[in-house]
């Protein structure tokens, strides 16, 4: 079963403005991460969010993490045509240990006019 | 720091031939982990190896895959007899040891049965 679920599936807008993305799990996590894959490319660790924070804030990136309602959402200000990339949600279940594999969601396809 | 390296970048072989691929971890990182992704797909986890011991290979095909992270070297995933269902990229991480840092990703190898 897919246990990152993000949404938008496709988001599109003007470089400068900012991006929310949201991702809904089943299941009790360890963590949560968020990457960033260019076309063709690897996958980039962006931010990892533990079970026990709310918040966190990586330059311009900011991560909130909703434990109650399994959600938590990626905001990207100021967005720029760089950004312009997919964005994957994963998760590391409870009790499988902080190392353990990662769930991935389909991911966001950002697009960023310049 | 190389970073996590993976050999070859794309790989072609016909239905029938063995597949391998090489995944080189990060310095510092003794966990490895597979995942394959198929085309507008997030990444399906496959197997998590530390040097010599498989730690969990629940998303492994039941035949024809197999995967090892020998003592000396690279880790290896190997794909017998491929299909063209296997065509897909192929990307390892690795993290270190402690837990909790998120991956760092290799760029991975792209494969195709023909």
């Known amino acids: 079963s897919q246990q990152g679920e993000e949404d938008p599936q496709a988001l599109s807008i003007q470089e400068g403005e900012n991006a929310t993305m949201n991702c809904s799990y089943k299941?009790?996590?360890?963590?949560l991460q968020w990457y960033r894959q260019n076309s063709g490319r690897g996958l980039v660790h962006l931010i990892l969010i533990r079970s026990n924070e709310r918040e966190k804030h990586s330059g311009r990136l900011r991560v909130t993490l909703d434990t109650s309602k399994k959600s938590s959402s990626l905001l990207i200000t100021a967005s720029r045509a760089a950004d312009t990339a997919s964005y994957f949600c994963?998760?590391?279940?409870?009790?499988?240990?902080?190392?353990?594999?990662?769930?991935f969601g389909k991911g966001i396809t950002l697009s960023v006019r310049p | 720091n190389a970073g996590v390296m993976q050999n070859p970048r794309h790989l072609v072989r016909r239905r029938g031939q063995e597949a391998r691929l090489r995944c080189s971890p990060m310095?510092?990182?003794?966990?490895v982990y597979w995942y394959r992704q198929l085309p507008e797909e997030g990444l399906k986890f496959m197997v998590y190896l530390q040097k010599e011991n498989i730690i969990d290979e629940s998303g492994m095909p039941k035949e024809r895959f197999s995967a090892e992270f020998p003592k000396e070297g690279p880790s290896i995933l190997r794909i017998q007899q491929v299909v063209r269902g296997d065509s897909a990229a192929y990307f390892c991480a690795s993290s270190p040891s402690g837990g909790g840092h998120g991956y760092t990703f290799g760029s991975g190898t792209r494969l195709t049965v023909v």
């Open positions: 994963a998760t590391a279940a409870l009790g499988t240990g902080a190392n353990s594999k990662l769930t």
């Open positions: 310095k510092g990182h003794s966990h």
């Open positions: 299941t009790s996590i360890n963590n």
